[in-house]
């Protein structure tokens, strides 16, 4: 994903976002940490070339037709985003095409949202 041009400039909002939720959450006391935008982009650039052989955890659970862990990351991201009154587009967008895809490898596509 990242070798492409639209793939990276999707990590970046992805990881912009998430860097805006953390510092949210710093300065209400709900986190004592918050990485910046450029070091999680460094982070996440650095892991995907890293693990580019790999297929990914979430991949697999797609692949085999079982549950993936879209809601305890993109989905408690744009939850948590939603409860501080910020908007995760990005990683909104995210969590429901692997909801998608999940339910369309399950037949149950009535019930994405």
């Known amino acids: 994903m990242l070798e492409r041009v639209e793939g990276?400039?999707?990590?970046?909002?992805?990881?912009?976002?998430?860097?805006?939720?953390?510092?949210?959450?710093?300065?209400?006391?709900q986190s004592t940490a918050a990485p910046s935008g450029s070091e999680m982009l460094d982070f996440v650039t650095d892991t995907a070339g890293a693990t580019a052989a790999n297929w990914s955890s979430m991949h697999q659970?797609?692949?085999r037709k079982r549950k993936t862990e879209v809601e305890q990351l993109n989905g408690w991201i744009v939850a948590?985003?939603?409860a501080l009154g910020l908007h995760c587009?990005?990683?909104?967008?995210?969590?429901?095409?692997?909801?998608?895809?999940?339910?369309?490898r399950t037949n149950e596509l009535s019930?994405?949202?």
């Open 89 to 104: 587009e990005h990683n909104e967008w995210l969590a429901r095409h692997v909801r998608r895809l999940q339910a369309s």
């Open 61 to 63: 659970d797609v692949s």
């Open 80 to 82: 948590k985003a939603r």
């Open 111 to 113: 019930a994405v949202p």
């Open 8 to 29: 990276r400039h999707f990590a970046r909002e992805v990881v912009a976002e998430l860097a805006l939720l953390s510092s949210a959450m710093v300065a209400r006391g």
